[in-house]
């Protein structure tokens, strides 16, 4: 089965500290794609990031960043020194390819609540 | 801007009625999608469309019609065979998934749909 599995259903942290939404995903295919999406309350899905199967290197933007291990199929998000402003839904995606098209498997989500 | 709307932002619907929700995107993306999303899960596949007059069911297809007569526009149909409609509905667009494999689709704001 491909998959995404994000065991924490929900995340309270308080502002200022450290916080990472798990990710764990399950293929068959060697090339892949993983995303990251923030849902707002507002409900809009904000792209976050994109990271093929081939690309190892962890990655830095900000405040936010991304440790991807093949070896135990985890993309997993970290974001430091939280901020009320982060309070969302935050998701994680396959890249599915099925008969020449591509579709994206969702997770069921991480809710993360910054409080002040 | 460039981007992708979604009309209405709420709307109600009797059973039994059919209702339409629009989606229009200026990205110049050939690829777009429709996704429903209950409270608590991840975002499921109803109907995508890579191209101008083709589309293809999703995984909860039924229920739902689409057509794409046009690139920029992708509009939703839920009829009242879908036996539980009420839900957020967000559609995507992505630029070519057959060119670009693993493209992101990017996403409106979403509808949300109550059944009365």
């Known amino acids: 089965a491909q998959k995404v599995t994000q065991a924490q259903t929900e995340i309270s942290v308080v502002e200022k500290e450290d916080v990472t939404l798990d990710c764990v995903y399950e293929?068959?295919?060697?090339?892949?794609?993983l995303f990251w999406y923030k849902q707002p309350p507002s409900g809009e899905l904000v792209f976050l990031i994109r990271?093929?199967?081939?690309?190892?290197q962890n990655e830095i933007s900000g405040r936010y960043s991304w440790n991807f291990q093949k070896s135990t199929s985890s993309f997993n998000f970290t974001i430091t020194a939280s901020q009320v402003v982060d309070s969302a839904v935050y998701f994680c995606?396959?890249?599915?390819?099925?008969?020449?098209?591509?579709?994206?498997?969702f997770g069921k989500g991480t809710k993360l609540t910054v409080n002040p | 801007d460039g981007g992708i709307t979604q009309s209405p932002k709420y709307l109600f619907r009797k059973e039994g009625q059919n209702v339409t929700l629009s989606c229009e995107q200026n990205?110049?993306?050939?690829?777009m999608y429709w996704y429903r999303q209950d409270p608590g899960q991840g975002l499921r596949l109803i109907y995508y469309?890579?191209?101008?007059?083709?589309?293809q069911k999703g995984d909860i297809a039924e229920g739902y019609s689409v057509s794409r007569e046009k690139k920029e526009s992708f509009p939703l149909t839920v009829t009242s065979a879908q036996k539980n409609p009420t839900a957020f509905y967000l559609c995507?667009?992505?630029?070519?998934?057959?060119?670009?494999?693993?493209?992101?689709?990017?996403f409106g704001p979403g509808t949300r749909l109550t059944v009365l």
């Open positions: 995507a667009s992505s630029m070519n998934p057959a060119l670009l494999p693993g493209d992101t689709q990017y």
């Open positions: 293929t068959r295919d060697t090339t892949y794609y």
């Open positions: 990271r093929n199967s081939f690309d190892e």
């Open positions: 995606a396959l890249s599915l390819t099925q008969g020449g098209s591509e579709k994206l498997v």
């Open positions: 990205l110049n993306h050939d690829a």
């Open positions: 469309s890579q191209i101008v007059n083709d589309f």
